[in-house]
């Protein structure tokens, strides 16, 4: 795999460098991927999703929330319409199970008609105002104060991992290049047209570079003269997940919104856990993911107004996200909103293809984003042939824990290395950990296979599974245990052997 | 050879609870007694607790883990008990029909007429106590670390900050720094030490190893491995004091912050567990609230003695096989035991009202809060003392046990429910 990325990238223009491989940039690889074009995707981490798609809510929003004539409404209502599709090509769990806003007290409701109508301008389908008594039988554990719900039955939930892998990897069995640990440092510039970009793993050729740096977009846009006043405002959301065994809560709640969140919520997830979530504090340094006292506090109060009997004694896992929110305005000049994505082909120079500001719902919206991205680059008189091979299947791989007992049989008697445990808490099989480290994206850390296969995340939080794992990599990839890494290097497991082995 | 499809009993884990059980089936006249266990030898955590101070009540002798555990297994093997060794065991059927899966053995399926409980305890993680921070790697519970030094042979750290005053936090404090590591500090929330006081003397005290009482960790810092540790000092209710924070430069931090019991199966089986203990329910036999089902050791409450476990492991083994045996196929009458002031909990939850007829019955008792001065346990049932016991002190790492004599009988038998207190002395 690394030889033939190395001869791939060799002296070698590309026709699109992508950089950033969230969920913006890896859905882009994939949509371009489609034609005929040759490409590289870049990320600076050891693995693809190690930013924003890492860590949020997980939420395929239904579109009432953003302000109509926004392109952030725009972007998540046909987004919103593709996963059905992305995500039955793809195999990513997804589920449109529908969504609540729930109004505590009467005072909340005005809130509810509000909502409903900005669904309506937004062309939300499916949505419906329905009683407190109606909230209360779907989902028992709600607040007994509960006045009423704004229903849209479009909303869903998916896996931000799945998603993010399955697009990437489905990009790099359609020939795109992906390499990893690969920063952009600079542009290389004639004139006013991009020609190549200059990274810490040498300098790459290209007619076209896409900004999907997340994040970092505002200094990378920047680099390249373009929008200098637009600025990145890292914003903190902060998590609980608990013990699907202890905890269920069967729907996705948003408690009615504030004016900079749609506030802290209480959802289940794909994988059947329940998390709680998050919060919103800005903040300066945009690698700080780390969780604080004041932020728990602050979600578990927001969470137990919607869902009184939560109990912290089954959380299982803490995490943060941050928001990477813009401050463009919106094109239209009617809406007064100054945080929209920016997704556009600046005049000012050639050859970029510029993106920020990709807060919530950026999940939801990554379809859409990139199939705008397409019209972007045919608009800017791509010619953008199809590939008569391009196969938009991106198979799944077995995973244990999801299979009925009959299917877990056949699966071992296939493979036996299935039939060895290694995560306790989830179930994950050796097998699965052994096919992700040889998959087309090869997982080469511990963080990578905790979130190819959900190793690691239950209960006991990878306390038996850590020595295991070091094991099987070091095995698979014939490296010393000392070099095996949580993500990437720098963070490896263990400093030296012991005196006497 | 072909594993067989029905077993009198089977036992799900191999530590010191699990050969206990199996070996006592056997002793008491099952046939077919059945071990299976995840891990690739038999004998549970033990197998990574290489340190001394097993055995000290079993066999008045001073061992360690290991060798402990090769004495269970060598009697196992000797009296035909079968093993299916790095199987896990996925699903209990409430009527004990058991699906485990294995690399060598494939998914297995196995009918068990009684079934003995084992699977220990797991640690309570950094989320379970809401550690604030980032989220590098150095962050251990301290039985990952033991396993990566003791039996993988990797030092998973040079400078350690240890968090709470557990048994294999603090054993894991000398054996790192035997191993050249620097231990700069434990830290324990509470106002008193969690684990047994030997391990204090052994292994933080005789190494100059500091322990703050009162303190916590404020806030893990580092972004790819830990680079620093903030502690704090607590108040009363056990929040940070502002102002007291101190940064401590370290590469690892131990979690070693108590153990739950591992019920997932349990609860899959429909036992009925005590949210104090985490555990199932249990009577003098074991017997869970499942019929048939029983259980013993770190599962059923936390441990600090592997000499208990392993007589829990024989009174479940015996039970198993008897119920096994006979086919009873409900449960039995029995008296409730209440918890009396300053006591966490009461192993057996209860008393069948026959239990006294052959033997006595020993009461497995933690405290809540430490008292260093002459107690008096007591067992009343309201009007009468069924039994009492001076202990010189109790305090809630070290278990105390008391037991009811046969000549209290009749009162169990006509007993509501009995309550275990604890009275200070004169
Ligand atoms: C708390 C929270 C909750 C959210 N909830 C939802 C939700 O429920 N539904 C929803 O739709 N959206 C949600 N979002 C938003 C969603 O997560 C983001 O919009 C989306 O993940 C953005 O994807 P991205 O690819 O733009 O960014 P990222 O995932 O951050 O990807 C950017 C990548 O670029 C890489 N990169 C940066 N600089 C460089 C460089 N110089 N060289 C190479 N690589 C570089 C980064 O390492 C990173 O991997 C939430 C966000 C947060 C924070
Ligand atoms: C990490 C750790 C370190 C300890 N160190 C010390 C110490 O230094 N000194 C001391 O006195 N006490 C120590 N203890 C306490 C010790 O656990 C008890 O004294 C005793 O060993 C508990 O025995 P057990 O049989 O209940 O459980 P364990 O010894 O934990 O045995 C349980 C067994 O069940 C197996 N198992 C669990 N689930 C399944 C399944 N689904 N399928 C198949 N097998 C399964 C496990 O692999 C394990 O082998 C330690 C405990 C832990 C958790």
Redesign the interface.
């Known amino acids: 795999m690394t030889k033939y990325l190395r001869s791939k990238t060799e002296n070698k223009n590309f026709d699109v460098i992508i950089i950033g491989a969230g969920i913006v940039g890896s859905m882009i690889a994939r949509f371009l991927s489609r034609y005929k074009l040759d490409i590289l995707l870049i990320e600076k981490e050891a693995d693809v999703c190690m930013g924003t798609t890492a860590a949020n809510t997980a939420i395929i929003h239904a579109g009432y929330d953003p302000l109509p004539g926004t392109l952030k409404a725009e972007m998540n209502i046909l987004g919103n319409r593709m996963w059905n599709t992305v995500a039955g090509e793809l195999n990513i769990p997804f589920e449109r199970r529908g969504d609540y806003v729930v109004a505590i007290g009467k005072k909340e409701l005005p809130h509810l008609d509000e909502l409903f109508q900005r669904g309506v301008k937004n062309g939300v389908p499916g949505m419906m105002l329905i009683s407190g008594d109606e909230v209360r039988k779907r989902e028992p554990d709600i607040n007994p104060d509960v006045s009423g719900a704004l229903w849209a039955e479009t909303g869903g939930i998916t896996d931000p991992f799945a998603a993010n892998f399955a697009a990437c990897e489905n990009a790099v069995m359609n020939g795109v290049t992906l390499l990893l640990e690969t920063a952009f440092e600079a542009f290389v510039i004639d004139g006013k047209r991009i020609v190549g970009i200059k990274t810490n793993k040498g300098t790459f050729g290209t007619r076209w570079i896409v900004n999907a740096a997340g994040l970092y977009s505002d200094d990378v846009m920047h680099k390249a003269g373009i929008r200098p006043e637009f600025k990145i405002t890292p914003r903190k959301g902060e998590y609980?997940?608990f013990d699907s065994?202890d905890i269920s809560v069967n729907n996705v709640l948003f408690p009615v919104p504030t004016v900079i969140s749609k506030g802290i919520m209480v959802t289940t997830t794909v994988h059947g856990n329940t998390i709680i979530g998050p919060n919103a504090e800005s903040i300066q340094d945009k690698?700080?993911?780390?969780?604080?006292?004041e932020g728990?506090t602050e979600v578990w109060r927001g969470a137990v107004k919607l869902v009184p009997k939560l109990n912290?004694?089954y959380?299982?896992?803490?995490?943060a996200g941050l928001r990477a929110e813009g401050n463009a305005r919106c094109k239209n000049q009617n809406v007064n909103y100054s945080h929209d994505y920016v997704i556009e082909i600046p005049a000012e120079i050639q050859g970029l293809v510029n993106l920020g500001g990709i807060e919530s719902p950026g999940l939801a919206s990554s379809p859409a984003i990139a199939q705008r991205i397409v019209g972007l680059l045919k608009d800017a008189g791509e010619k953008l042939e199809e590939k008569s091979d391009w196969n938009p299947i991106r198979p799944a791989r077995p995973r244990f824990r999801d299979l009925s007992?009959e299917e877990?049989?056949i699966l071992?008697?296939n493979d036996?290395?299935y039939?060895?445990?290694v995560c306790?808490?989830e179930?994950v099989t050796?097998g699965e950990i052994v096919a992700e480290i040889h998959s087309p994206i090869p997982a080469r850390t511990y963080d990578a296979i905790k979130r190819r296969t959900w190793l690691g995340t239950g209960?006991?939080?990878?306390?038996?599974d850590?020595?295991r794992v070091?094991?099987i990599l070091s095995r698979e990839l014939g490296l010393p245990?000392?070099q095996i890494?949580?993500?990437?290097?720098?963070?490896?497991?263990?400093?030296?052997?012991?005196?006497k082995? | 050879m072909a594993l067989k499809k029905k077993f009198d009993v089977v036992v799900v884990g191999s530590g010191p609870g699990g050969l206990g059980a199996a070996i006592a089936a056997k002793k008491a006249g099952a046939e077919d007694v059945l071990i299976i266990e995840?891990d690739k030898e038999l004998g549970g955590i033990l197998l990574q607790c290489i340190h001394n101070g097993f055995g000290t009540e079993m066999f008045k002798e001073d061992l360690p883990g290991p060798k402990y555990a090769q004495r269970f297994v060598g009697e196992a093997l000797s009296l035909g008990i079968e093993t299916l060794l790095?199987a896990?065991v996925?699903?209990i059927t409430p009527l004990r029909h058991i699906?485990a899966?294995?690399?060598?053995?494939?998914?297995i399926e196995i009918d068990a007429r009684a079934v003995v409980l084992a699977m220990g305890a797991?640690?309570r993680?950094?989320?379970?106590i809401?550690t604030?921070?980032?989220?590098?790697?150095?962050v251990?519970?301290a039985?990952?670390a033991q396993?990566?030094?003791n039996?993988?042979?990797?030092?998973?750290?040079?400078r350690f900050v240890i968090l709470g005053s557990g048994d294999i936090g603090m054993i894991m404090a000398r054996r790192l720094t035997l191993?050249?590591a620097k231990i700069e500090r434990v830290l324990e929330i509470m106002p008193f030490l969690t684990g047994v006081t030997r391990n204090y003397v052994q292994c933080l005290r005789d190494f100059d190893i500091p322990l703050q009482l009162r303190h916590t960790v404020?806030?893990?810092l580092g972004?790819?491995?830990v680079e620093a540790i903030e502690s704090v000092q607590v108040d009363e209710q056990m929040k940070?004091i502002p102002g007291t924070e101190e940064i401590i430069p370290a590469?690892t931090l131990l979690l070693s912050v108590g153990l739950?019991p591992e019920n997932?199966l349990s609860?899959k089986a429909g036992v009925g567990l005590d949210p104090i203990t985490g555990g199932p329910y249990v009577n003098e036999e074991m017997e869970t609230t499942v019929p048939g089902i029983f259980s013993a050791g770190n599962v059923v409450h936390i441990y600090d003695l592997v000499d208990w476990v392993t007589e829990a492991g024989y009174i479940a083994g015996k039970g198993a096989a008897k119920f096994a045996l006979s086919e009873r196929k409900h449960g039995l009458d029995s008296v409730k035991l209440k918890v009396g002031v300053n006591i966490h909990h009461i192993i057996p939850h209860m008393l069948s009202k026959e239990s006294l007829r052959d033997i006595p019955q020993k009461l497995q008792v933690r405290v809540i809060k430490p008292i260093e001065g002459k107690v008096w346990i007591e067992v009343t049932d309201g009007k009468n003392l069924l039994a009492r016991k001076l202990e010189r002190y109790v305090r809630p790492g070290e278990m105390v046990t008391i037991e009811i004599p046969q000549k209290a009988y009749d009162m169990v038998k006509n007993a509501e429910t009995l309550t275990v207190n604890i009275v200070k002395f004169g």
């Not at chain 1, 209960?459 to 038996?464: I, L, V």
């Open positions: 609980y997940v065994a690698e700080d993911t780390s969780v604080t006292e728990l912290l004694r959380a299982i896992s803490l995490f007992k877990q049989k071992i008697h036996p290395e039939g060895r445990i306790r808490c179930n050796e209960r006991c939080q990878g306390a038996f850590t020595p070091v094991g245990p000392e890494s949580k993500k990437g290097p720098g963070s490896e497991f263990l400093v030296g052997k012991t005196k082995v | 995840r790095d896990m996925l699903d699906y899966t294995s690399k060598w053995s494939g998914f797991r640690e993680t950094r989320s379970q809401r604030p921070g980032t989220r590098p790697a150095g251990y519970t039985g990952t396993r990566f030094v039996i993988e042979g990797f030092m998973p750290g040079k191993e050249g404020n806030r893990i972004n790819k491995r940070p590469d739950i997932e609860k």
